[in-house]
Each structure stands twice: as structure tokens, then as C-alpha cells.
């Protein structure tokens, strides 16, 4: 930076420092730190073995997402590992007073999903976690990454982590998005164009009217992928629509503390002349709705485009991965499961969208399609919303909260050799089961795939 004009990011890291080593690190005070069975368990250990006491136990909030089945939940776990996974995290958190949403509990679900949805993730936060996808918190203008295990220790202990300062990048999307272009799509159109390790060493801000204009379900889904090109984090600057979502949530201020929040994070924009790190900018008009035919999220295409040529070796590595050729249209793919769930499209917003697609049609016969709310809270919104109704009458299996097919760490394993097209952010190798093929679309396009048992195009994009 050159001017005194600061960006979202430099307002509120530097709202959060602590310390500065002079020409070196910082020390960062951490607001929230969440945590799950999977990446906490050696943290806890290493305390212990040091003698040390959670530092603030109340600023931690914990739940089971990642090793839970989707079915029986109220019956023990099956699967030994991860039913000893989750025992260890309730006794963790009895033992050092850290509030558990676990199994039963009403507001238990996928981490990013229950965090702002219960008014837990507020704007100018810094916000923490043991799971690279907590980049999804920063569309509240909050700076919020993942963090390794041995970063969660250091969170145990101090409520602080010694950081350096990333550099900054801003993406601008101006223009109108076409009909049936969801932010799924934006953010994979972005990682297309900008690739797996443009972000590398950056914090990202997403700005310009496609954001401004973006719900904040749609806000979540955009910030949730940046780490899947490579950036430490997104963020979105607050604005009313944010303001309207936190407003009322169970742990939003209330009454005079909330006006005196509001007036703070009214001040979280970027200033008009701040100076970034590195910019792009891309025209709205241009995206359309994507999939990905690769085994990273990089590798992506509109559903009217064929599957290109590889340019390198991993590129053609991941095409007999994917059993795929150059020149194949994606509408040749044999698609046998669609799974609409995960961190990055699992809120009611994108229920809503798939039903109001499905209703009053049928699954194809050859697909089998997993319909996988992101939290108990949103489970019972469908419910409330009659939106069970129609993804049962269409023949969709509507499973219990957790992170399921997204990651093979659970039952939801998608068969070797299969491809399901998949709401989720990430389609490497043996990502949702062994030999799985993972295709990577908006919770419309996937609805529209279990419908049709194919992939196609949708007809009057304007
Ligand atoms: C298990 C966890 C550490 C992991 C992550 O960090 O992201 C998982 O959530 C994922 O999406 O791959
Ligand atoms: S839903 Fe998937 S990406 Fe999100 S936290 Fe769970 S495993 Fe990670």
C-alpha cells in the first residue's frame, strides 16, 4: 500500500492486532474459534500434555459434521473411527466448558453453515477454524481462514495467532447475471479464469454490483470456494442485506449493543482509493451456468462448451481420471448420482431453487439423487416450506445434516467409476469415494441433471 487508504481487509486486521514484530509477524487476536471432531482432537491432546487451560472456552463453538452418517442419527454411529471421532469431541468439550452442537442438538450442522446462521458469525470478525473452507464467513466482511492443527492449540492457549499480513486482491463482477446463472457459477467462472493458485499468498475482496445484488446464502457460496484458487480468504464488504440476515439471528446483538454494532460495520467498506495487491475484473454478461470436467475446481467450462484439449500432463492426467476425452460433449456423461449438499450449497436458498425446478417432475431412472440439508435448522425449514414434499415426490433421498458426500469421510461414498454431479467445491481424485468422478455444479444444474439423468443446456439464458 502507498496511500493511507485503507481496504476491507486492512480495517479489520487491523482492528485485530495485537502486537507487531517490527518487520516481521503479527499477533492476531482471534473473535471465534469453531471447531469439529476432525482436526481438533490433537489440539485438545497437545493442552494437555502442556498443562494448559483453554484460554477462553467461550469464544469456541464446536459441532459433528464431517464423520456423521446422514441416516439413524439418533442411533450410535456405526463406523468405529468416526464414532470414537465424535466421542472424543463431546468429551473435549464437557471437559473445558466449550458449547457442543452435536448429534440431537437442534441447532447441530455443517460448521459453516450453522455459524451464520445463528448470528455467531457477525461482520469485522476475525473468525477461525481447523478447515480451509471457513473462508466461507468472510461474506459478512469478516476475515475468517482455516488453520492448521497445530494453529488450533495455539488458539486453545492464547486466543491469538502470530501471522503475517496477506497481500490483498479484489475482484470486481459488474453487469447483470443471465437467468439460471447461480453464485455457484460466478465463483467457478472466476476459478476458470483465474486458476487454482491465483489467490496463493492473497486475502481476496469480491466487489461490484453481481455481489452487491447477491443474497447472502449466494454471498457464502462465492467466499466459501476462495480457497479453491488458491487465496487465504474472501470477503464481502456489509451492507444491508447483511445487516437484515444477522438482525433477529439467536446470538446477533440485541437492542443498544446491536445499533452500536451497526454503526461500526457500517464503516467496513474499502476506501475509494485504497490500492491493491492485484486486481481482476470480470463482466457478468459473460458467465453461464458451469460445470467442472476435471479434477480440480480450476478445470471448468459452461454446460454449451465441449471438454478441451489438456495443456499439460496433469491436465490429461485428470481427463483418464475422469474418464473423459477432448471434444466429448458433456451431455455423453453418464451421470448416476447427484448430490445437493455441503458447505458451499446447503442452505435453504439452494433447496429452494432445486424444488421450485423439480416440482411436479420426476427423477430420472438412473440417477440416484442425495438431497443433504446443511444444518438442523434448515432441515426444518424445508419442512415448513413443503419442500420435503416435492424432492419426495420426485424421488429424492432427503438425508439428516452433515458433511456427507462431499468428502468420503462418512457412509455417502460415491461408487468407483461413478460420476455425480455435485454441489460441493471440490472434485479431486477420490474426493467423494474411491475412483469417484466428481463433477462440480450449482444446486440448479444439479437438479436439473437428476431430472433429465444427463447433462444439458438451459434453453433462454438471457
Ligand atoms: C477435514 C477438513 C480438515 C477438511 C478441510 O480442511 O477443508 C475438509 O473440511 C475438506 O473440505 O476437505
Ligand atoms: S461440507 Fe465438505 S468442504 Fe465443507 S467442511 Fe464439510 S467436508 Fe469440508
Redo the contacts with the bound molecule.
Sequence with gaps: MNNNKKTLFDKVWDAHVVETIPDGPQIIYIDKHLI?E??SPQAFAELESRNLEIFRPDQIVATAD?NVPTLNQEQPIRDESSRNQVQQLTENCTKNNIELYGLGHPYQGIVHIIAPELGITQPGMSIVC????TSTHGAFGTIAF?IGTSQVAQVFASQCLLLNKPKSMRITVNGKLKKDVQPKDVILYIISKVGTNGGTGYFCEYAGSVFEEMSMEGRMTVCNMSIEMGARGGMIAPDETTFAYVKGKPFAPKGEEWEEKLAYWKSLKTDEDAIFDAEFSFDASEIKPMITYGTNPGMGISLDEIIPVPQNESEEKALQYMGLKAGQSPSDIKVNYVFIGSCTNARIEDFRSAAQYIKGKNKSQNVKALIVPGSQLVVKQIYEEGLDKIFNDAGFQIRQPG?SA??A?NDDKIPEGEYCVSTS??NFEGRQGQGARTILASPLTAAKVAIEGRISVFENLN
Excluded at 130 to 133: I, L, R
Design positions: 469439529h476432525v482436526t464431517h481447523g478447515d480451509s473452507h482455516g458433511c462431499c468428502l469421510m467445491n471440490r
